[in-house]
């Protein structure tokens, strides 16, 4: 049974940063690209980051670009997303997704809040 599971979030002022992880089991993890989603109170789910089986493809939205960096250990079957300069609107539920034989998994989600 695939299972994604994020760790790391928490409460940083702007400017700050902090690393989410998402660790996954029950799949041939570098087989898979994964990514990440955030949703902020009263908005719909948006996509943040995505990175290719290998790491070494990634993909930014913009919102982040240049502040969030993804990359992966596949030996320990975890992604993490690296946020620096971190904004108030950076403030949402971080959840960790990954495709898989056209089915979609979503981890529970991390909170990370950001004050001014």
């Known amino acids: 049974q695939v299972q994604l599971v994020e760790s790391g979030g928490g409460s940083v002022q702007a400017g700050g940063s902090l690393r989410v992880s998402c660790t996954a089991s029950g799949l041939t993890f570098s087989s898979y690209a994964v990514a990440w989603f955030r949703q902020a109170p009263g908005k719909e789910r948006e996509f943040v980051a995505r990175v290719s089986p290998s790491g070494r493809i990634t993909e930014d939205s913009d919102s982040v670009k240049g502040r969030f960096t993804i990359s992966r250990d596949n030996a ?41």
């Open 76 to 116: 320990k079957n975890t992604v993490y997303l690296q946020m620096n300069s971190l904004k108030p609107e950076d403030t949402a539920i971080y959840y960790c997704n990954a495709m898989i034989n056209s089915r979609e998994y979503w981890g529970h989600g991390t909170q990370v809040t950001v004050s001014s």
